[in-house]
């Protein structure tokens, strides 16, 4: 059973800071990796989506990488900005043929002014 | 263009009381994605349909809960009867079909059961 894991829950920085967030899964046969930012009281906003052939995405200052060997994904925002704060969710695509996302439960970001 | 909508956005009744949720998928999208979200549990699928055809209904909780999709614009969800732990979001989301189409999700209905 695919489990989707985000380390940290919680993370605070300075504006202008580069970070990194983590994602990682169980299964490797993980079939394509989607990032979700998601503002408080509102829906998910797709960000990123890595397909089964790729390794990475790029848009903007974001960029998202996924290495199914070590089951891990890792979304990474250059110079951050306090509108960047939000909670962001990656999900997985398991990989049979349905279009059935796991979740990892996120983690919330604060980019301090 | 018009995004996932979704109504009410906000619904509090009382236990025992039908609650109907409503989606209106993106306009071409041929996936629709039923999505419960807690604090406890984060996000799980609920139902999944394709080409109206509901596929994979594993996460409905219980027979209270039923989904329907009459047509490619329009889908429901409904609880019946409620109970105050079927509080929380509700999202639906679309796609094209695939697992390489991204999922656009609603801004999601807000249900309280007291």
């Known amino acids: 059973k695919q489990e989707v894991t985000q380390i940290p829950a919680a993370l605070s920085v300075p504006e202008g800071e580069n970070l990194v967030l983590n994602c990682s899964f169980t299964?490797?046969?993980?079939?394509?990796l989607q990032w979700f930012r998601q503002d408080p009281g509102k829906g998910l906003t797709s960000l990123l989506l890595?397909?089964?052939?790729?390794r990475e995405q790029t848009s903007g200052r974001l960029n998202a990488s996924l290495d199914k060997s070590s089951g891990r994904s890792t979304l990474y925002i250059a110079a951050s900005q306090p509108g960047d704060s939000a909670t962001y969710l990656c999900?997985?695509?398991?990989?049979?043929?349905?279009?059935?996302?796991?979740f990892g439960q996120g983690t919330t970001l604060q980019v301090k002014p | 263009d018009a995004g996932v909508i979704q109504s009410p956005r906000h619904e509090v009744t009382e236990m025992g009381q039908e609650v109907t949720l409503r989606c209106k998928p993106i306009?071409?999208?041929?996936?629709l994605f039923w999505y419960r979200q807690t604090m406890m549990r984060g996000l799980e699928l609920l139902i999944y349909?394709?080409?109206?055809?509901?596929?994979?209904d594993s996460g409905m909780p219980e027979d209270r809960f039923s989904a329907k999709m009459p047509n490619a614009s329009f889908s429901t969800l409904k609880i019946q009867p409620s109970e105050p732990r079927d509080s929380a979001v509700y999202f639906c989301?679309?796609?094209?079909?695939?697992?390489?189409?991204?999922?656009?999700f609603g801004d999601g209905t807000r249900l309280s059961i007291l």
């Open positions: 890595i397909q089964s052939s790729q």
């Open positions: 999900a997985g695509h398991g990989s049979s043929n349905t279009g059935k996302l796991i």
């Open positions: 306009s071409g999208h041929n996936s």
């Open positions: 989301a679309s796609s094209l079909s695939g697992r390489n189409q991204p999922q656009h």
């Open positions: 349909f394709n080409n109206n055809v509901p596929i994979d």
């Open positions: 299964d490797s046969a993980i079939y394509n």
